[in-house]
């Protein structure tokens, strides 16, 4: 079966720093990978994927993303984490058979002044 | 409107109660799914619908819950004699064909009480 794991509940960092929330996985095959986010009250919003290609994946709002085939992991970075940034962050694998996305269990980022 | 459109946004409903949440997808989006998502986790999937047939109702929790597309667009999600372990956010996501990302509406907040 496909998972997603998110080790951390929370991520504390302050404004300016760079920041990482974690996520690992575990498929069979290869593996389609994405990051959302959530701000209160609201749907997911697309951040990026990775389907294919380079390591390295560039999405929105300064965001990137490694992927990590050896480490099986795939962790959402940002140089330089700004007070918006605060929000719930899920990670998640795309079955390959149906296109549906099975979550991680969701990181919540805080960014201090 | 160019996104996912749901509706109501917050639903009360009295135990017993049967209650439908409507999904207006991307137009041309040919996948379409239905997640609920419980305080504080992520995401569970429910059903997953490719144009009007219902390929995968796996993640559905009971046989009081019940979703439609029967024209390849609008999604209805019904939930008959509704309990308070129902209380949730119940999302709705489409995605064109391919492995692409999907979009989430803003979710419908559904207090059984």
Redesign the interface.
């Known amino acids: 079966a496909q998972s997603v794991a998110q080790p951390e509940d929370q991520v504390n960092v302050a404004e300016g720093n760079p920041l990482t929330v974690k996520c690992t996985y575990s498929v069979s095959g290869n593996p ?1 990978l ?1 990051w ?1 986010v959530q701000y209160p ?6 951040l990026l ?1 990775y ?1 294919t290609g380079d390591n390295l994946v560039k999405g929105s709002y300064g965001f990137e993303a490694e992927f990590n085939k050896s480490q099986t992991s795939f962790h959402l970075k940002k140089p330089s984490a700004l007070v918006s940034d605060s929000a719930l962050y ?1 990670c ?1 694998v ?1 079955d390959g058979d ?9 990181t919540t980022l805080q960014v201090k002044p | 409107g160019a996104g996912v459109s749901q509706s109501p946004r917050y639903k009360v409903a009295k135990r017993g109660q049967d209650v439908a949440l409507r999904c207006d997808p991307i137009s041309g989006h040919v996948s379409l799914f239905w997640y609920q998502q419980a305080l504080g986790q992520g995401p569970e999937f429910l059903t997953y619908f490719q144009n009007e047939a219902q390929l995968d109702k796996s993640g559905l929790p009971s046989d009081r819950f019940f979703a439609e597309r029967p024209e390849g667009s609008v999604s209805t999600l019904k939930i008959q004699r509704t309990q308070q372990e129902d209380s949730a956010v119940y999302l709705c996501a489409s995605s064109p064909t391919g492995p692409t990302e999907a979009f989430f509406g803003q979710g419908t907040r559904l207090t059984v009480v």
Not at chain 1, 41 to 46: I, K, S
Not at chain 1, 98 to 106: A, M, N, R
């Open positions: 389609y994405f959302y009250n609201r749907g997911l919003q697309f994927k389907i899920f998640a795309r149906t296109g549906k996305l099975i979550f991680g269990q969701g």
